[in-house]
Nanobody, 128 residues
Framework: QVQLVESGGGLVQAGASLRLSCAASGRSFNSYTTAWFRQTPGQGREFVAAVDWTGDRKYYADSVHVKGRFAISRDNAKNTVYLDVNSLIREDTGVYYC???????????????????WGQGTQVTVSS
């Protein structure tokens, strides 16, 4: 089992950049694919991006709001996965969660159901 803790959220101005971190502890994190999800009030958790355990394969949501502005990466030496967000817009406001699955998982990365391990989330609020 792996435990995940997100950090890096806060109140930011539109147009700014932000780095979110997901620190893992527990079993060998370098064998886990890890993703970021976003949840806005009244909505379900939306897939944003995922990175495989090697860090070589990255997957991003097709949403026009995500493409080109989000970058996922990982540092297995630090047991940490990052989500860099540039040119923040108000629609980026929400709680950001990281999630992990051992190996590559099974099913669509868009579905929260395939990810058994979750952090508690970090709030990002973008003001104009």
């Amino acid at each position: 089992q792996v435990q995940l803790v997100e950090s890096g959220g806060g109140l930011v101005q539109a147009g700014a950049s932000l780095r979110l971190s997901c620190a893992a502890s527990g079993r060998s994190f370098n064998s886990y694919t890890t993703a970021w999800f976003r949840q806005t009030p009244g909505q379900g958790r939306e897939f944003v991006a995922a990175v495989d355990w090697t860090g070589d394969r990255k997957y991003y949501a097709d949403s026009v709001h995500v493409k080109g502005r989000f970058a996922i990466s990982r540092d297995n030496a630090k047991n940490t996965v990052y989500l860099d967000v540039n040119s923040l817009i108000r629609e980026d406001t929400g709680v950001y969660y990281c999630a992990s699955v051992e190996g590559s998982g099974s099913g669509s990365y868009y579905s929260p159901l395939i990810w058994p391990y979750w952090g508690q989330g970090t709030q990002v609020t973008v003001s104009s």
